[in-house]
């Protein structure tokens, strides 16, 4: 895409995350200002990409586990980027025909580009809110509208914490958003941590987000395991404890071989509130 084809409002002169992750996922919305970002943290950070689909893969598995495997028919998905290869609503209904979705971002490229594979399904929504204003979000006509919040949902939030800072309270955020979900709903949540990578690789990671729309806030596991508190951990996989983990392991069925670098520059986890 060419900044000449940007939408009305669209910074191409700014990288945001929402266009970084597509351009990491070899998705074609965004412009060369984030390509070029992109690659200068490739760079100090070869495992980027792998980083991005094993994130998306983690989302993807959760989501459809939801539906499978509890009847989750219904599902919220904070922070939801750019549209790509197995968006929400096309990975549960392979097997929950009728589940309903609605996404949530403030990208005003989001809005741009959804609207075509949304406006014709009656099931799916996309509210352009900020994350960090949970009544927003929670109040609005079109969520109400297609979820009831006194069944069972769904709430995804992958990858998208780490834009929040401290101040913000991310956690109490997290809360605000579980508070109002039935017993018997699940998140599933993901977040970049700097634990395993070097030093070189970390810098990166914060400059190039320093310069970006968005700064990013990298988390410790312990960090990352406090937005479960009140919730279930489930097990990532058969045999393992309930517990955080890595995205790439998380609903695998070989989860050595799921266990690459790029997995573990996100931890993750699933849990049901009771």
């Not at 980027?48 to 459809?64: E, I, M, V």
């Not at 549209?83 to 097997?95: C, D, I, S």
């Not at 690789?201 to 395991?225: G, H, K, P, W």
Request: proline fraction near 8%; glycine fraction near 8%; charged fraction near 25%.
């Amino acid at each position: 895409m060419t900044e000449a084809e940007a939408p009305p409002g669209v910074d191409t002169a700014t990288p945001s995350p929402a266009r970084l992750y597509d351009y990491y996922l070899g998705g074609s919305t965004n412009f060369p200002v984030d390509r070029a970002a992109g690659d200068r943290l490739r760079d100090a950070l070869p495992d980027l990409y792998d980083a991005a689909w094993a994130n998306r893969g983690f989302h993807q598995r959760s989501a459809r586990w939801m539906a499978s495997e509890h009847g989750i028919s219904q599902f919220v998905d904070i922070g939801s980027g750019l549209p790509t290869q197995g968006n929400t609503h096309e990975a549960v209904r392979q097997v929950a025909p009728d589940a309903r979705v609605v996404y949530v971002d403030y990208d005003p490229m989001v809005r741009a580009m959804s609207g075509r594979l949304l406006d014709d399904d009656a099931h799916t929504k996309l509210i352009i809110a900020d994350m960090r204003d949970p009544g927003e979000v929670l109040d609005h006509p079109d969520l109400r509208a297609l979820i009831d919040f006194s069944k069972p949902v769904g709430l995804l939030m992958t990858a998208v914490l780490h834009f929040v800072a401290d101040g913000s309270d991310p956690w109490g955020l997290v809360r605000q958003y579980t508070d109002v979900l039935a017993p018997g709903s699940y998140l599933a949540l993901s977040h970049a941590t700097a634990d395993k990578l070097p030093p070189r690789s970390v810098q990166a990671m914060y400059d190039t987000y320093e310069n970006a729309s968005t700064r990013i806030y990298l988390r410790t596991r312990e960090e990352v395991r406090r937005f479960f508190e009140g919730l279930e951990f489930v097990p990532p996989y058969l045999g393992a404890e309930p517990c955080v983990t890595y995205v790439g392991v998380w609903g695998a069925d070989d989860p050595e071989v799921a266990d690459s670098e790029g997995s573990r520059v996100l931890y993750c986890g699933v849990a049901r509130r009771p």
